[in-house]
């Protein structure tokens, strides 16, 4: 097991005795009926254009199945089959709320067929190696218990010249958008979730983990480290966050 990064100290409840992967999974459960709702509020719908960006680094290589890992409620899964058209996108997330949501999603586009979800660890992805042409996680590392470990085995189940796509929330560098963004994810976010009846603390640890994360170039660095070639990142909104990507050698 590789050892933990600072991130993955960041926890959703202070007081809980839970692992950090427990209480993310109790966190999006507890979240999930109002998940899409707020995400589209709070991002003033900017996440589906960052997803999209993401989503076609995957084009050049035409992946014909594709793993969507925190799939959450598939808004990745479905954005990926309808831009890539792959044989098969298959999701995993460890919240069976948000993948309920997600399922319905997919039965409502009729892409039961070409959509599969299940419940799965990304540090322990149940397929063999060498299973996926891609590998995408959209919002969803910063999450992980051990980051490193998470990125090993999404590694693992790339095939030899399969790429990796991450899309993360980042730290703005400009000062004028740092203090508005810090104020916007500090303050502003977890009120509106409170008003929505929603979860507050899960919106004040999106700050807390999404400050803590390694990003960039430290990012791209853990991903070297652990094995991808061809790392590189681009930041989108002026620094909000930033699409990553790296490819298992082939």
């Known amino acids: 097991m590789a050892n933990p990064l600072p991130h993955d100290h960041i926890i959703p409840f202070k007081d809980s005795e839970k ?9 999006f459960n507890r979240i999930s009926g109002k998940y899409d709702r707020m995400n589209r509020f709070l991002s003033a719908r900017t996440d ?16 014909r199945h594709i793993l969507d890992v925190a799939t959450g409620t598939a808004d990745m899964a479905l954005l ?11 999701g995993s997330d460890i919240s069976e709320g948000m993948l309920e949501l ?9 892409l039961g067929d070409k959509i599969q979800l299940h419940l799965g660890d990304s540090e322990t992805i149940n397929f063999a190696e060498n299973t996926f042409d891609a590998v995408m996680v959209a919002f969803g590392v910063r999450n992980f ?6 990125l090993s085995e999404m ?19 400009y000062k004028a958008v740092k203090s508005l963004y810090n104020l916007y994810m500090g303050i502003v976010a977890p009120e509106v979730a409170r008003w ?15 400050n803590a994360f390694p990003d960039r170039h430290l990012f791209t660095d853990i991903l070297k480290k652990v094995g991808y070639s061809n790392t590189e990142f681009k930041p989108l909104s002026l620094g909000i966050c930033c699409i990553y990507s790296g490819q298992k050698p082939a």
């Not at 589906?48 to 992946?63: D, H, M, Q, V």
């Open 19 to 27: 692992s950090k992967k427990e209480q993310v999974a109790d966190m």
């Open 48 to 63: 589906i254009g960052w997803r999209k960006k993401a989503i076609r680094k995957l084009k050049e290589n035409n992946p």
């Open 80 to 90: 990926a089959y309808k831009m890539l058209k792959p044989d098969q996108v298959t």
């Open 102 to 110: 997600g399922r319905k999603k997919i039965e409502k586009e009729q």
């Open 145 to 150: 218990e051990n980051l490193e470990n998470g």
């Open 155 to 173: 590694f693992r189940v790339l095939k030899p010249g399969g790429r990796l796509v991450v899309l993360e929330f980042s730290k703005p560098r």
């Open 196 to 210: 929505f009846k929603q979860d507050k603390e899960a919106y004040q640890y999106l700050n807390k983990s999404a």
